[in-house]
C-alpha cells in the first residue's frame, strides 16, 4: 500500500475537551482512518477518574515509519482540535508554537468552579482574542449547535473531525471517514455521523 | 500467517498476544489501568473457547488462573499496581510450588497516579517473589512479548509477571495481528505422584528448603534466556558519549528526546525488555562502552538499583561508572515521566541548549497562562446518584451536629472528598478501608470520642473487600453505619459485572448474590432508599445516625448515569421558572449553583438567576427538590 505524504513527520494533533465530549471515539476513529493510508498513528489519551468533568486530551502523532512518544512534547502541536475553548487555550499555552492551527468549537462548558462563582469564565472576545495571539491559522465554530440542529451534542466530536479534515492538513477523505464510521458504529448511524461530518467541512472548507 | 498492521491500544494489544499463545482462562478484577485487557478476551471467550471473569478481587482472580494452570490450560490474570498487593500473599505461595501450563501475571501501573490514589509499583514484587519480569515498551512489543510469555512460563515452569503502565494500556499504536490458534487439550489436574513431582504430586511451596532451591533454578534458566532475548535492543554509536538504560514506554520518550536534541549520534540507547532479573552478560557488553550511565524509568528506581548492582559485581572488568538517574535528581523521583522531562535531563548531561518554541511566544504563553490553567476540578456527571447520596448525608450528619463524619471508599464516590461531593469524605485509603477504619472509630467511645461515624463502599467495592470490614464491625458491636452507593456496576472502569450483577463477565447469566441478602444474614439492619429521593434518603440516614447501637447498613440505590440504561435517557425535563427564582434577592445563596454545584446548572450573569444548561442536564430532577423557591421544575418527558 503507497503510504500517504505528510506535511510533518510526525504530524501532533491534540484532540482536547471535558470528559464526556466524546474524545476518545474521535481520535480513534481518526485514527483509523490514517491508519487505512498505510500511516503509523500513535494515540495517548487519559481515561478512568480524569473522565469525570475534568479536562480530557489525546494525543495523535501520525507518521511514515514506527510509533512515537503518546505524549507530544512541549510546543509541538501542529493542530488542536478543541471541543471547548477553555481547553483550546490550555492546550496552547503548553504544546502552541507560532505554527500552530487550531479548529475550536466555540460553546463553553463552565467548570465546576465557574458554576459555583469561585472563578470567572473568561469572556468570549477576550478568550478569542487570546487564542488568536497563540495562533497561526485558527477556526472557531458553532459546533455543538449545529449537532444540536442535527439532534444531539455528541455530534460535535464528528463535525470537527469533518473541519478538520477539510483543513487538508492530513489525508482524511469522506470515503475514507465512511468506511470507518460504517466499521465502528454500524450502518444504521452512518448518514447521520456523514451530515455532521460534512457540516464541519463545509465550516472550514467554505 | 500475518494480518495487516491495525492500531490497537496496548491492552488489546496484551489480549490478541494472549490470544495468539492460545490462553485458555482469564480472570481479574477491574482497575484503570488494566480493565481493557479482561473485558476484550471476555468479548473474545465464546469465539475461541475460553472461560473469562471477573473475580471479586485480585487474590480470587489469581486462584483461578492458577487453578487453570494447574489442570493444564494456559492462563492470564491481569489487575492494576494496587491489586498485586491484594494477590501478593497468594502470589508468594504460587511462586514457590510453580506452575504448569503457561501462567502470565499482567500488572498495569499508573505512574502519576492519573487514575489511582497512589502511584505504587508493583515491578518489586518480581524481585521480592523471585519471579521473572517482563516490560513491553511498545505497541508491538506488548503482543509479541505477552505471547511469549508464556513459553517463557512453560519453560522454567514457574509464573512470568508482564508489567505495563497507564502510558502503554491507555495509549494505542501499530500492532500486526497473528494467528490465534484452535483451542485444544482436556483440563485435568494430576496430583497423584509425590510432593517432590512438581509435574504429577500435590501442589505447595513446601517443603520450602527443596522448593526455594527449585524457584531459584528457574530464574536462573530465565536469565539464560534473557541473554540473548529479542526484546532487549541497543540503537548508537559503538562508542557513545553516554549509555541510556531505559525499559517501557520510556523508550519512546528516549527515542523522541534524542531525536529534538539531535544527539542520537552521541548517545546509545540500551532498551530492556526483561528486567528482572537482568542478564549480565548482555548487560556487561553494553556498560563497557562508556564511562556515563542514564537510567530512565517510572516511579521507584527499580531499574537504577539493579543496573548499579550489577555494575558493582562486575566492577574488576568495566571500571566505575558515573550514574544518572532518579537517586541523584536527573530525574524527578515522583510522577510520570514525558518526553521533555527526558530531554532536559539529556540537555543537562550532555550540555545541549534546546528552545522548543521561540522565546517570544513562550513568553505570550506564560502570561496567558493563568487563565488557562483554571482549574477544572473533577466532578460528579450530570444526573450522578452520588451528587444526590452525599448532599443527603450532609444534610444528615448537619442535622445530627455531632461533628460525625464519614470513612471513604475507592471508586467514582472517592470524589466526594473533593467540593463536587462536598468534601464529605475525611479518609481515603485502599479498597474495603472505609468500613474496616469505621469500624475502628466506632470502638471509641470508651475513649470519649462522640462523634458519630459512617463508612461508604460502592457496590463492587463492597464484595471486593468491605464484607469482611461488616463482618468485623457486627462481631465487635463496633457502632457504626455503612452507606452502599448501589449504582448498579463497576462503574468508574466501565461497567463490569461483580457477585450482584445477573451476568457474568461473558454475558452469561449468573445468579446475583445481592447485597440486603448478604448483610442481614450477618445480622445487620437495612435500609434500601433511591436517592434521588432526597426526603426518603435523609430520613433514613438521619436514622442510622440516631441510633448506632447495632450495625445498620442504608443502599442507596440507583443507576450510574453513564450505565447502559440510563445512558442518553432524559426522565425529566427540568427549566428553571424566572419568576419563582429570586435570584440574587433570595435569601437562599445561590444554593443550586453555589453549593449542589452540579455541572447542568449555569448562573445567569445577565438575569442574576439560575439557569439549567439543557446540553449538559442529564434530567435526573434532583436539583428541582434543593430549590428553596421551587423554582427549578421538572417536568416527565413523554
Known sequence: ?206 | MQGQRRTMMGNQAITQGALEAGVRVAAGYPGTPSSEIIQNLANAADEHGLYVEWSINEKVSLEVAAAASLAGLRSLCAMKQNGVNVASDFLLHLAGSGIRAGMVLVHCDDPGALSSVNEGESRHFARMLELPLLEPSDFQEAKDMTKWAFELSEEIGNLVMLRSVTRLSHASGGVVPGTIPAPQGKARFDHHGTLLDKGHGPVSSSPVAYKHRLQQEKLARAVELFEDSPFNSYVGPESPELLVITSSICNLYVKEALALLDASGRVGVLKLGTTWPLPPKLLQRHLERCDRVLVVEEVIPFLEENVKIAAAEMAGEIGAKRFFGKRDGTLPAQGELNPDLVLKALAGILDLPYQARPKQYDRLAQELAPQATQERDLAFCPGCPHRASFWSLKEALALDARDGFICGDIGCYSLAMRPTGYGMLKTLLAMGSGAGMASGFGQFGRFGMDQPVMAVSGDSTFYHAVIPALINAVHQKSPMSLVVLDNSGTAMTGFQPHPGTEANAMGHPVPPVGIEAICRSLGAEVTVCDPFDLEATQTAALALLADQSTAKVLILRQACALSPQRKGTKPYDVKVDPEKCLGDQCGCNRLCTRVFGCPGLAWEKQSGKARIDEVICAGCGVCASVCPQGAIIKSERA
Not at chain 1, 510533518?8 to 487505512?36: C, E, F, K, W
Not at chain 1, 507560532?98 to 463552565?110: C, D, E, G, W, Y
Not at chain 1, 469572556?123 to 487564542?131: D, K, N
Not at chain 1, 469533518?162 to 448511524?189: H, I, Q, Y
Open chain 1, 1 to 206: 500500500m503507497a503510504t500517504a505524504k505528510l506535511i510533518h513527520d510526525p504530524y501532533n494533533l491534540i484532540i482536547t475537551g471535558v470528559g464526556g465530549q466524546g474524545n476518545v471515539l474521535a481520535s480513534r476513529m481518526l485514527g483509523n482512518v490514517l491508519t487505512s493510508q498505510g500511516l503509523w498513528v500513535t494515540i495517548g489519551e487519559t481515561f478512568g477518574a480524569s473522565q469525570r468533568g475534568g479536562s480530557v486530551m489525546s494525543h495523535l502523532r501520525v507518521s511514515a515509519d514506527g510509533s512515537w512518544s503518546p505524549q507530544i512534547p512541549e510546543g509541538k502541536a501542529h493542530m488542536v482540535l478543541a471541543l471547548e475553548p477553555l481547553e483550546a487555550l490550555r492546550v496552547l499555552v503548553k504544546y502552541g508554537n507560532p505554527q500552530a492551527k487550531a479548529i475550536v468549537n466555540s460553546r463553553p462548558i463552565l467548570p465546576v468552579a465557574a458554576i459555583s462563582g469561585k472563578a470567572e469564565y473568561p469572556a468570549t472576545e477576550e478568550l478569542e482574542g487570546m487564542l488568536a495571539q497563540l495562533t497561526a491559522q485558527r477556526w472557531s465554530i458553532p459546533a455543538t449547535e449545529k449537532a444540536m440542529e442535527l439532534g444531539a451534542s455528541i455530534f460535535a466530536n464528528i463535525i470537527m473531525i469533518g473541519a478538520l479534515a477539510a483543513t487538508g492538513d492530513l489525508p482524511v477523505s469522506r470515503e475514507g471517514f465512511e468506511a470507518e464510521l460504517l466499521r465502528a458504529l454500524g450502518p444504521a448511524k452512518v448518514p447521520t455521523n456523514l451530515e455532521a461530518y460534512d457540516l464541519g467541512a463545509a465550516m472550514v472548507g467554505g
